[in-house]
Nanobody
Framework: QVQLVESGGGLVQPGGSLRLSCAAS????????MGWYRQAPGKQRELVAA???????AYEDSVKGRFTISRDNAKNTMYLQMNSLKPEDTAVYYC???????????WGQGTQVTVSS
C-alpha cells in the first residue's frame, strides 16, 4: 500500500511563497515520476510540475520561473517551492506518483493553497 502525504499548504498574500512537501511510503518502483497537480473550484485538475526519478523536470507554462520542483529519493519526498504566488494559483494541490514498472498511479489527499490579500 503506497501512501502519499502532502503538507505545507496555507494562506499567503500575493507575491508570497510557500513550500509544499509530499512524503511517499510503502512499496513502489524506483523508476517513477512524481508530480504536483492542482484543482481550482469549477476547473479540471491540471499538472503543475513533474519530476522523474532521474531528476528530469517539466512545468506548466504559467508557473515557469516561479515554481521549482525537487525530490530527495533517499527520503522518498518531493517538494514544490512556490514563489511570487498569484491569486490564480489558489487551488487544492495534489501529489501524484506514477509507478511505471507496476503501471499504477497514486494520489495524496490534497493540500489547500490560498493566495489572497
Amino acid at each position: 500500500q503506497v501512501q502519499l502525504v502532502e503538507s505545507g499548504g496555507g494562506l499567503v498574500q500575493p507575491g508570497g511563497s510557500l513550500r509544499l512537501s509530499c512524503a511517499a511510503s510503502g512499496r513502489f518502483s524506483s523508476v517513477n515520476r512524481m508530480g504536483w497537480y492542482r484543482q481550482a473550484p469549477g476547473k479540471q485538475r491540471e499538472l503543475v510540475a513533474a519530476i522523474t526519478s532521474t531528476g528530469n523536470t517539466a512545468y506548466e507554462d504559467s508557473v515557469k520561473g516561479r515554481f521549482t520542483i525537487s525530490r530527495d529519493n533517499a527520503k522518498n519526498t518531493m517538494y514544490l517551492q512556490m514563489n511570487s504566488l498569484k491569486p490564480e494559483d489558489t487551488a487544492v494541490y495534489y501529489c501524484n506518483l506514477d509507478d511505471h514498472a507496476l503501471g499504477r498511479q497514486y494520489w495524496g489527499q490534497g493540500t489547500q493553497v490560498t493566495v489572497s490579500s
